[in-house]
């Protein structure tokens, strides 16, 4: 009977191991990148495209996964028009005239993939590079703190009407369409007067608008470009984007969950990109101080930094801040990973230290590990106030080092990659640089 019980209670641990999960950065009992992703787009081949985007949709369509799309220069859904595109269908950007998809104010996307057929946006050259084309926006008329609570994209659109590019108004619930199992990759084009496009821009979208199981690789802008609106990102993904993985802005109210950033320090700008930024304004002067500052609430995140020799990059200056925190923003981060980064957050030199400002910014039940400082300020060489802060263990935040591949159940996959922590491997240490390397 003893022995029948030491077997039973032997099988019951085992079991309890297997479907065990670590409780912070990207989470799930199964490696929920598998399947869907694709961290090598450029060996893609897709069919030549039989059917052309161009000019205005203005009666809904359905895009099927039989033909490939080619989108032509700047294509807008107006007229609350409902586009629906079917699951594994392909999208091609056209790199000559620089193809973009505007899902105008009122209208919808409706882009529902599966795990195993998930609908693709990519460049339509065959040697594929960042910013071959566009990217997809979706406008709605959610608040922002604008004045007038209403603007538009300044990206040099030759709209038909110009209520196509103009987002913002006073409907929390405005509802945009949805994303789920959804890629887009070498999006981002450069232009002359206005920057960088971003693989997915959601300007002023509603809290009913739907963005899950979303990749967005190799964008030469950021990867998701978040102005104004409320609206959730569940389990989304930026991979080797150039600038910000995820930028928010205009006084957005979202929140992000169960998500993943992975930077390399070889294609990020060198005029600066995080893997988020937090701001209320570029501007102060252009914004309502009546109406609310951003407010993002993050947990489950995974901001990884992946280096082939992290502590030469980072004399060299090429591995930046993890996270960017403007001023007059509000930002909480629960369970998350951020992991070589030098340093891990920066606070704009703006925010004043004060309990006012400290209790905005939160970090709870994280895990830093391979940084050469946590928690800065801009501009300042004496951080200690805020490293003694954030340290305190009410915040229970963790500080350790350890390469990737003893971090990550399996970094180093080349085609699906698994960057769950590894169970039980969180272990307290000291700073990953000796204090006579500083």
Known sequence: MKNITLTSLFFLVAFSSLFAQQEKGITGYNNWLDSWTDFQPNKANYDEPNQI???????????????????????FVTDSTTLTIEPGTVILGDSKSKGALIITNGSQIIA??????PIVFTSNKTDKKPGDWGGLFLLGDAPTN?????????????PTETNHISYGGEHLEANSGSLNYVRIEYAGKKTKDFGNFSGLTLAGVGNQTAIKNVMVSYSDGHAYNVLGGEIALTKVVSYRARKNDFN????????????????????????????????????????DSTKKETFVDASNLTLINVSNDLKTDMQMSLVQEAIFIGADATFHINKSVI??????????????INNENLIKIRF????????????FRKGYTNNDDLESWYGSRAFDNVYSKGPDEETFIDSDHSKY??????INKIIASNDLFDDEDE
């Open 53 to 75: 985007l161009s000019g205005n949709i203005t009666e809904d369509i359905t895009l099927s996964k039989r033909n490939t799309y080619l989108l032509l220069g700047d294509v």
């Open 112 to 117: 529902e993939g599966t795990a195993t057929d």
């Open 146 to 158: 604008v004045f007038g609570n209403v603007t538009a994209l300044n990206y040099g659109f030759r």
């Open 248 to 287: 928010f802005n205009y006084g957005t109210q979202s929140r992000i969950e169960n998500s993943i950033a992975i930077r390399s320090p070889y294609i990020s700008s060198a005029d600066g990109s995080r893997c988020m930024a937090i701001k209320s304004y570029d501007n102060k002067e252009n914004s």
């Open 339 to 352: 992991s070589g980064f030098q340093p891990a957050v920066i606070l704009d030199d703006k925010i004043q």
């Open 364 to 375: 709870t039940r994280s895990y830093f590990n391979n940084c050469k400082g946590n928690i």
């Open 417 to 422: 990659p698994d960057f769950r922590l590894r």
